[in-house]
């Protein structure tokens, strides 16, 4: 069974930084892709960033720019670095990894900025 750990959320003032990590109990580059989404109450958890096996890299408009996701291969750990924070970044961010049989997610962490 894969485990998926997400940590790093916080509260954070606008305009602050926070950098989330997730933890993952097999090695990552197994994983056809890997993402970070987001979810707020009464909405469908959306696609922050994205990044393959190949390493493309596919951004949520809103965030390019400000937002870099990168793997750690060496200690199995995705990351999502997310600076200029915004108050609608405010969202529990769940950690996602694919290969080809199962998507597997984590529990969520959750990130909330304040104006």
């Known amino acids: 069974q894969v485990e998926l750990v997400e940590s790093g959320g916080a509260l954070v003032q606008s305009g602050g930084s926070l950098r989330l990590s997730c933890a993952v109990s097999k090695a990552i580059y197994s994983f056809s892709s890997m993402g970070w989404y987001r979810q707020t109450p009464g909405n469908p958890r959306d696609l922050v960033a994205k990044?393959?096996?190949?390493?493309?890299?596919t951004y949520e408009d809103s965030v390019n720019g400000r937002f870099t996701i990168s793997k750690d291969t060496a200690r199995n750990t995705l990351h999502l670095q997310m600076n200029s924070l915004k108050p609608q970044d405010t969202a529990v961010y769940y950690c996602?990894?694919?290969?080809?049989?199962?998507?597997?997610w984590g529990q969520g962490t959750q990130v909330t900025v304040s104006s």
């Open positions: 996602n990894a694919a290969d080809d049989l199962w998507t597997y």
């Open positions: 990044i393959t096996s190949g390493g493309i890299i």
